[in-house]
């Protein structure tokens, strides 16, 4: 089994920043691709960012696209997201995911692994 364990959520001011980290641990076998997604209240989860297992390709919803950076950690299976410029909109519960392919894509059911989420809350 494979645990991923998110931290670096906070209460933020707009256009504040935060950057979230994930690791992943247990029984890992081989690089993993891996990716955040994100849930307000009462809204259905939706993909932020994902990266493939090596770092060479990246993907990012049209909402967050400049302001939030998806990166790999030097340790295998760490994964980054650095969030600038944050808007009250970006209020949610982030979650990391990873899954066996090389890259997750934008999908959930394509992830395989989940952690349990870190809270991020951009008000003033």
């Known amino acids: 089994q494979v645990q991923l364990v998110e931290s670096g959520g906070a209460l933020v001011q707009p256009g504040g920043s935060l950057r979230l980290s994930c690791v992943a641990s247990g029984r890992v076998f081989s690089p993993l691709g891996m990716g955040w997604f994100r849930q307000a209240p009462g809204k259905e989860r939706k993909f932020v960012a994902a990266?493939?297992?090596?770092?060479?390709?990246?993907g990012y919803a049209d909402s967050v696209k400049g302001p939030f950076t998806i990166s790999r950690g030097d340790a295998e299976n760490t994964v980054y997201l650095q969030m600038n410029n944050l808007k009250p909109e970006d209020t949610a519960v982030y979650y990391c995911?990873?899954?066996?392919?090389?890259?997750?894509?934008?999908?959930?059911?394509?992830?395989?692994?989940w952690g349990q989420g870190t809270q991020v809350t951009v008000s003033s």
């Open positions: 995911a990873a899954t066996s392919s090389a890259f997750g894509g934008p999908r959930a059911r394509d992830y395989d692994y």
């Open positions: 990266i493939s297992w090596d770092g060479r390709t990246t």
